[in-house]
């Protein structure tokens, strides 16, 4: 498995709610609390935006949530705003001691 | 202020190796894991490998395994990253990340260090 599988692109309008999946197995995401969202705008570097799973870093809008149901994480992004519109990448911890990203979702404010 | 600055790109053949640095400043650089991460043109994010807060352990991912090596030097702040045997599908931005031990959290981002594969 050389990444955890995202969908290519998610769009929504403004003040919609949208979710991003981010699907591997049970020995990523499935085992392991260690999940993480980024925000990466182009040409920067990326953010963090949630940690273990559902953890809101200071600083983050609480409009960004995270979960996850068995080899599934996901990240909800409620009320969008244009300032939004950025690639989306899931992270998961493995049970090799080593980390593997998702292959990013791009999203698009209507 | 956190800062993790990296050195400046780099241009080698195939076949070659660099050497990138990543200095930090603003927080306890042997309280953190240093991981490494690309991102090649148009592509996705891909780990590389970590460095353990000790400096005594390190773990690379498998598509790595014999052409990187992970060093730092604790005296100056700095870590390193080596990569052998280049291919032109290196070609990327290498970015050193600051992590805070058993988060799994990415929380200090490097501005990343173009290296381009090139004959």
């Known amino acids: 498995q050389s990444a955890l599988t995202q969908p290519a692109s998610v769009s929504g309008s403004p003040g919609q709610s949208i979710t991003i999946s981010c699907s591997g197995t049970s020995s990523d995401i499935g085992g392991s609390n260690l999940v993480s969202w980024y925000q990466q705008y182009p040409g920067k570097a990326p953010k963090v935006m949630i940690s273990e799973v559902s953890n809101r870093p200071s600083g983050v809008s609480n409009r960004f949530s995270g979960s996850k149901s068995g080899n599934t994480a996901s990240l909800t992004i409620s009320g969008l705003q244009a300032e939004d519109e950025a690639d989306y990448y899931c992270s998961s911890y493995r049970s090799d001691i080593t980390y593997i990203f998702g292959t990013g979702t791009k999203v698009t404010v209507l | 202020q956190v800062q993790l600055v990296q050195s400046g790109a780099e241009v080698k053949m195939p076949g070659a190796s660099v050497k990138v640095s990543c200095k930090a400043s603003?927080?306890?650089?042997?309280?953190?894991?240093m991981h490494w991460v690309r991102e090649a043109p148009g592509q996705g994010l891909e780990w590389m490998g970590w460095?353990?807060?000790?400096?005594?352990?390190?773990n690379y991912a498998q598509k790595f395994q014999g052409r990187v090596t992970m060093t730092r030097d604790t005296s100056i702040s700095t870590a390193y990253i080596e990569l052998t045997g280049l291919i032109s599908d290196d070609t990327a931005l290498y970015y050193c990340v600051g992590e805070p031990p058993g988060t799994g959290k990415f929380d200090y981002w490097g501005p990343g260090t173009l290296v381009t594969v090139s004959s």
């Open positions: 603003g927080y306890t650089f042997t309280g953190h894991y």
């Open positions: 460095m353990h807060p000790n400096g005594d352990g390190t």
